[in-house]
């Protein structure tokens, strides 16, 4: 508790109270102080309130407000409940049957825990909402659902098995603001819809690629051409893979016939992220249990349900990196994770068909980008880690699983990781597609669609000089660039008109100025 205020208000407060913490840093921890002061660090607050803000110091007192002036934190909020009961909760309502902030806490427990409290006789006000949406991502108004029971407007975007929790930041706020049509569109004046068509063929073997290069598997030419006609017939199609069955049909599909898993969809097998270095096991992030993945995907679905209309951009990366920290496959996790910003954004309406955004290649051209994927993974995985790696072990013997996965991992520490699991905070990985996704509609696409524009116009200038199939002018200029202007021996065997006086420099004039125009 060191990082605790020495006089904190609210949920620092009530974590003091009843020694529980979330694994997730709170995003406002509040004091009191000698006059009143925010200070804001990396999206996170500390706030500084006068004497006259003090509630009296009961658990009822500083819930009310941590659900009135911070914002409401889910993990912390099921720990704290796990550890409290529900006792101070049941006094608050029966003592204020009307109050806003009593039923909201009320309506809260139950959503949480999965534990009914007695409903108050003379239960009453308006209906107010469960979550402020202007400080959390919430449900589109008309997915909104009124709850009776407590009089309450039901606006979490989730469910209690998997509700990923977007805190509106200054940042998060510039992130989801990003206008994908208008930058699309841009590149459509530049360079006409015909070249972005013909180019999509090529970004979507470019994302494929480059998808394989995160995970370090970029020479496997068979698997990322097989990847890449998955995200050509896949994106934006059918069902979103959420369902064992769609999950199997594109794992499937995905891995191809050639693979050691014997059960496509929903793993059954425990899994962790890690690497071997010098023969010991190396965890980075440990995953839910097998038998919690239906429930958090069905979360994950309702999460996308309830937020239509948002956000595209949102919607995409709470996708994904919801994806990847249930991670719900033996094999296939990191493809899908990243299949899903793209499927996302077609289902979204924001990016045309057949065209498909290369995101990770803007992520593995580039150094920075790449630290920042791996950091922003470590949002959430390395918190759990810290707090969980005495619960992880190896055993001496190996067990075979019903999805073919031979392992001798072992997790003990489900309990303790569950409400992070349920309740990440995906923000950060909101900035972080957010301006991956701005920089590949304005630098990647842009560069790839001005290179080949000048292709196109090399081609025909080389045509101009020789005629030939576009396939052979397409080698002429692979061959051209590859030895820097020179016409090479196998050429000039292939294609004896090459040979002939002047040819050659005026192949080479030609092209060089196609390609500078």
Not at 35 to 58: H, I, K, L, N, W
Not at 117 to 125: A, F, I, N, Q, T
Not at 252 to 264: C, Y
């Amino acid at each position: 508790m060191t990082d605790l205020p020495t006089d904190p208000l609210g949920a620092a407060w009530l974590a003091r109270a009843y020694d529980v913490m979330p694994l997730g840093r709170l995003p406002v921890i509040s004091q009191i102080g000698g006059r009143r002061a925010t200070q804001v660090s990396d999206g996170f607050r500390f706030e500084t309130y006068t004497e006259a803000m003090r509630p009296v110091a009961e658990p009822a007192a500083h819930l009310q407000f941590h659900l009135r002036h911070e914002i409401p934190h889910l993990e912390f909020l099921t720990r704290l409940f796990a550890r409290s009961g529900p006792d101070f909760v049941q006094a608050w309502i029966m003592a204020e049957p009307t109050g806003q902030y009593a039923r909201r806490a009320a309506f809260l427990y139950e959503w949480l825990t999965g534990q009914m409290l007695e409903v108050p006789e003379r239960l009453g006000g308006n209906y107010v909402d469960a979550i402020d949406d202007a400080r959390l991502v919430a449900a589109s108004s008309d997915k909104i659902v009124k709850v009776r029971r407590w009089r309450i407007n039901d606006n979490l975007p989730g469910t209690r098995y998997f509700c990923p929790v977007v805190i509106k930041t200054k940042a998060v706020t510039q992130a989801v603001g990003l206008d994908v049509p208008r930058l699309f569109g841009e590149l459509t004046a530049e360079f006409g819809e015909d070249l972005l068509m013909r180019a999509a063929v090529w970004m979507t073997l470019r994302e494929s690629k480059a998808s394989f290069a995160i995970e370090g598997e970029a020479d496997r030419a068979g698997r990322v051409q097989r990847f890449a006609d998955v995200m050509a017939r896949r994106t934006g199609q059918g069902d979103l893979p959420f369902s064992d069955a769609a999950l199997a049909e594109l794992q499937r599909e995905i891995l191809g016939d050639r693979t050691t898993v014997t059960h496509f969809g929903m793993r059954q097998s425990p899994v962790f992220v890690g690497e071997t270095v010098h023969y010991q096991e190396v965890v980075h992030y440990v995953a839910p249990p097998a038998d919690e993945i239906a429930a958090m995907l069905d979360g994950l679905q309702t999460f996308l349900e309830r937020t239509q209309g948002q956000s595209p951009t949102m919607r995409s990366a709470v996708a994904a990196f919801g994806f990847v920290y249930i991670h719900p496959l033996a094999d296939g996790n990191g493809r899908v994770h990243r299949f899903l910003v793209n499927d996302v954004l077609r289902r979204d309406g924001v990016i045309p068909e057949p065209v498909i955004l290369p995101v990770s290649a803007v992520i593995t051209d580039d150094t920075g980008e790449r630290r920042g994927y791996d950091r922003v993974l470590d949002e959430v995985s390395k918190p759990l880690i810290q707090a969980v790696w005495e619960q992880i072990v190896f055993e001496p013997v190996q067990t075979t699983y019903q999805d073919g996965v031979v392992s001798n991992f072992t997790f003990h520490g489900a309990e303790q990781a569950r409400p992070l699991w349920r309740y990440p905070d995906l923000g950060p990985h909101v900035v972080f597609l957010s301006n991956v996704i701005g920089r590949t509609l304005t630098e990647q696409m842009r560069e790839e669609s001005r290179y080949l524009r000048s292709h196109a116009r090399a081609r025909a200038a080389l045509k101009e000089v020789v005629e030939m199939p576009d396939q052979q002018a397409d080698r002429v200029l692979r061959s051209l660039e590859q030895n820097r202007g020179e016409l090479s021996n196998v050429l000039s065997k292939e294609m004896p008109v090459l040979r002939q006086p002047g040819v050659w420099a005026e192949i080479v004039e030609a092209v060089t100025q196609a390609f500078q125009d």
